[in-house]
């Protein structure tokens, strides 16, 4: 007998998984609440918290995770030639969340940290 695995994840369980990850913090990227390690995007919730965008390595990961399971991982136009994916909270299973979030942060922190910016001196100032 085929085991059917439950769908859905509430914002409140992504939220404590990407949490519970070293050096995953709440903070800003491009205006917006999201996930950051060292610095850098990792995730963040979208379309009134029903969307989670994760940060990948490669496009093609993006593609493997599509052809794997499709009700959960799609794209915008908008992500088309970045290398992120989305995942529909409803329809994801929470173990190949997990395991997909685990990957997204070994990637993001396999990468040297953000540089601050510094801030230039205006071009009017008197």
Not at 94 to 108: A, K
């Amino acid at each position: 007998m085929k085991r059917v695995q439950k769908r859905g994840m509430e914002v409140a369980a992504v939220r404590r998984l990407l949490l519970q990850l070293q050096g995953v913090v709440e903070g800003r990227s491009y205006g917006m609440p999201s996930f950051l390690l060292n610095g850098r995007f990792l995730a963040r919730f979208r379309d009134a918290d029903t969307v989670l965008v994760l940060q990948l390595a490669t496009i093609g990961e993006r593609d493997v995770l599509m052809e794997l399971d499709e009700r959960s991982f799609f794209f915008t136009d908008h992500y088309r030639n970045y290398p992120a994916v989305l995942v529909h909270l409803a329809e994801v299973p929470p173990s190949p969340l997990g395991e997909v979030i685990n990957e997204c942060w070994r990637h993001v922190a396999a990468l040297p940290p953000k540089r601050r910016r510094t801030k230039r001196p205006s071009r009017h100032a008197t």
